[in-house]
């Protein structure tokens, strides 16, 4: 083709590799969430900028590359893990990447966008136990690693503490870098507890004074997708209760009203664990308020809405 036009915001010298867009996400103002509160501003940090849609693409590349260094990864074997769905988009989506093959041990009930993603990909999905949740696929993969320990790369997200270094180096890094050290209060909910464990443990070395929260499902049976209710699962091996300065339980209901509120009144499609982070982050701001002071709110907006776009909590008001 001759004379072919060039395009400039390609050129080649600013070309990126996939994987080194991950990381640097944008951190968003909350103002009309937050416009109650007149002395309190609320942040999210907005991971659904990644390139997997999550912000467990920080903890997936820091946990591969850890095993590439280690050597316990090569493209002999194939990168195995359980997964509630977002780890397993970024192994997917690295392991395409860097030419690995992926296996996935899901819960049977995850939704069909999920699914749909991963295969998308390329990779391979085993199913366990629906009635048993994450931690159903956390029993599964343990078998299939046995079978034959030699064919895989298991990084198990629950006890690898490259998961949580990926926020200690970067996601706490940036937040804050974002808020000019600003920040008073951090709050986050736990799948893994990678991004909670690893962000307060930065605050608490270059900010001590900042106030570290964590949130999580009220109950056992929750419809908080990708989070944990400690008391009655599996424990992640890194998990330490003593961490949090506090923590909030969270409705379920009050999450999806907040996920309809941040897509109505702020234009943020996200999902449910983000609903239930910015409602933790209200009922932090409220007690805040009643004491008279003033706070500078930063939390995670982990995933985008579209894989939670054919639940049914959508078409309340
Ligand atoms: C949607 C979603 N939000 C939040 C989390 C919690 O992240 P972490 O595992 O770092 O605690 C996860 C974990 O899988 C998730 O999938």
């Not at 083709?1 to 390609?10: D, E, V, W």
């Amino acid at each position: 083709m001759a004379n072919a036009l060039p395009i400039p915001h390609l050129a080649r010298t600013e070309a990126e590799p996939l994987l080194a867009t991950i990381g640097n996400t944008p951190l968003l103002g909350l103002e009309k969430i937050a416009r109650e509160f007149p002395d309190i501003e609320i942040f999210g940090k907005a991971e659904y900028f990644n390139p997997g849609g999550s912000v467990k693409d920080r903890a997936a590349l820091n946990m591969v590359l850890d095993g590439e260094r280690s050597g316990k990864l090569n493209h002999h074997r194939t990168i195995l893990d359980a997964t509630s769905g977002n780890t397993g988009i970024a192994y997917a989506m690295i392991g395409a990447n860097r030419g690995y093959k992926v296996k996935l041990v899901l819960p049977g009930n995850a939704s069909e966008e999920r699914k749909r993603i991963l295969k998308a990909y390329g990779a391979e999905v085993v199913f366990s136990d629906p009635n048993e949740s994450s931690d159903g696929a956390i029993r599964r993969v343990r078998q299939v690693y046995m079978e034959d320990p030699n064919r895989y790369f298991y990084p198990d997200q629950y006890n690898n503490p490259a998961n949580w270094k990926a926020h200690f180096e970067g996601t706490a890094a940036e937040i804050i870098h974002q808020t000019d050290g600003g920040l008073t209060h951090f709050v986050a909910a736990m799948g893994t507890s990678g991004t909670f464990t690893g962000t307060t443990r930065r605050l608490r070395r270059d900010l001590p004074e900042v106030k570290c929260y964590s949130a999580q499902p009220s109950s056992g049976f929750h419809g908080l997708e990708g989070l944990k209710h400690m008391p009655t699962a599996i424990r992640p091996g890194f998990y330490d209760d003593t961490m949090a300065d506090g923590n909030l339980w969270i409705e379920t209901e009050d999450a999806y009203r907040m996920v309809r509120r941040l897509a109505r009144e702020e234009g943020l499609l996200v999902g449910i664990s983000s609903g239930c982070n910015v409602y933790a982050a209200t009922l932090l701001a409220r007690e805040i308020a009643a004491r008279g002071e003033s706070a500078i709110i930063v939390t995670i907006l982990c995933d985008s809405a579209e894989k939670y776009l054919s639940e049914n909590f959508w078409d309340q008001e």
